[in-house]
């Protein structure tokens, strides 16, 4: 049995694509002007709901990323974590080839990844038979494809995984691949998330209630505020390239960061509601802290990059939970949700996250949490409410929590 070794992690590429911008730097740019990225959908028909916008990348072209070769049978989310691989790659200067392609691994968090897919092609065989469907289009039908044709496409031999967990899939799959480096089975793993916009988990989401604007009022994004009452549904994905850090010295890469720590822990007694929930995300924050040789001050915790989607439940639990862990520095640690932006794009959000605390490190900014009006009594930390604010950062907290108990917690750290 291999054991987990003391090998450090660190970040050498980003590649993302998110309703607010594509590729790192327009990412960064448009999170520090407090961008949003809802609009009109037009990716299916939204007549019959009463809501008619989301998180859309309505800019995405997938042949200025990949090409058209092979386009044809790949489905949306294939293509967008595909195209943010692309990104990533480039951005890390890493070349693949035969000697250290085996030393390379893919870990992709996906949960409805592949839900249009699977509508579409079982629609086809329940109406006109099996014997007519389309045999090309069925690898999309299984959730692993996203992170499969990553690897087919930029010949990545070593190991492939794709993670599940809802909220948590995107830090969930950063954990797992930081396991795999430690544990010496890769030098180099591409790890993030991906999630579409479809009219399937779009009417999923409708029908549980769990849309602010389902009433006819306008959809609004707004964590933390007293008006909240739902997400805006939104698609995003994200690569962030892991590199063991003597590997990463070796071939002259740029370190943009440091995995300092992480950990997950989940809560029997969550549910949808988040009423009962709390205990899973303190036990994966503390993990994570003790992980990172941190103490849960000022001193140590510059930034937390918070799970909160505007929803009452996830965002006063979570606010709860900063005070418990935090207790009287709570007040003082900047806590803002970049979902107020990009929305909620469920397994691919914890890897957005991660990518916008690579740029609040880099770029010395704390995200906004745009939208903050109404204050709520039981949601009264420091918010960075709707502007960004200037700060040298060396260490961010990043947190995520699932309504059915999963709850993750990374920390990223400066590169001394």
Same mark, same amino acid.
């Given at each position: ?63 200025? %990323?990949?090409?058209?070769?092979? *386009?044809?049978?790949? /489905?949306? =989310?294939?293509? $967008?974590? @595909? ?121 999923? %989401?409708?029908?549980?209630?769990? *849309?602010?604007?389902? /009433?006819? =009022?306008?959809? $609004?994004? @707004? ?194």
């Amino acid at each position: 049995m291999k054991m987990i070794t003391d090998r450090r992690i660190v970040v050498t590429g980003i590649g993302v694509l998110s309703p607010i911008g594509i590729g790192r730097d327009d990412y960064w740019k448009a999170l520090f002007h407090g961008k949003t990225g809802f609009n009109a959908i037009t990716l299916f028909d939204t007549s019959s709901f009463n809501i008619h916008i989301a998180g859309e990348i309505s800019d995405f072209n997938p042949v200025l %990323f990949l090409g058209k070769k092979g *386009l044809r049978d790949l /489905d949306r =989310s294939t293509r $967008l974590i @595909c195209s943010a691989a692309r990104l990533a790659i480039e951005d890390s200067n890493l070349e693949i080839s035969e000697e250290n392609t085996h030393s390379m691994g893919v870990s992709i968090g996906t949960t409805f990844g592949s839900l249009h897919s699977i509508s579409q092609f079982d629609r086809v065989g329940l109406i006109e038979g099996p014997r007519f469907v389309n045999p090309s289009h069925f690898p999309n039908t299984v959730i692993n494809s996203p992170a499969s044709q990553v690897s087919i496409r930029f010949k990545i031999k070593g190991f492939n995984t794709t993670i599940s967990t809802g909220f948590c899939s995107g830090l969930d799959a950063l954990y797992y691949a930081a396991d795999f480096i430690k544990l010496n089975r890769a030098d180099v793993v591409f790890a993030g998330g991906v999630e579409e916009l479809c009219e399937e988990t779009f009417l999923g %989401f409708y029908k549980l209630d769990y *849309l602010s604007g389902i /009433d006819g =009022s306008e959809p $609004l994004s @707004c964590p933390f505020d007293a008006r909240r009452n739902g997400i805006i549904l939104s698609e995003g994905a994200a690569i962030i390239v892991l590199e063991d850090e003597a590997y990463a010295l070796n071939r002259g890469a740029n370190i943009l960061a440091a995995v300092r720590g992480y950990g997950n822990a989940f809560d029997p007694s969550a549910d949808s509601t988040y009423k009962h929930a709390g205990k899973g995300l303190e036990n994966a924050i503390n993990i994570a802290l003790k992980d990172a040789s941190l103490s849960p001050s000022p001193e140590d915790v510059d930034y937390i990059s918070a799970s909160a989607n505007s929803t009452r439940g996830l965002d006063r639990m979570e606010t709860a939970v900063i005070k418990e862990v935090f207790g009287r520095y709570a007040s003082d640690i900047p806590v803002s949700s970049i979902k107020s932006m990009v929305g909620e794009s469920f397994s691919a959000s914890g890897a957005l996250s991660l990518a916008s605390a690579v740029g609040v490190i880099q770029n010395g900014f704390i995200p906004p949490t745009i939208s903050y009006s109404g204050k709520d009594p039981e949601c009264d930390l420091d918010y960075v409410p709707n502007k960004a604010r200037q700060k040298e950062v060396n260490t961010v907290l990043i947190t995520s929590s699932d309504p059915y108990g999963q709850n993750t917690a990374v920390v990223l750290g400066r590169y001394k």
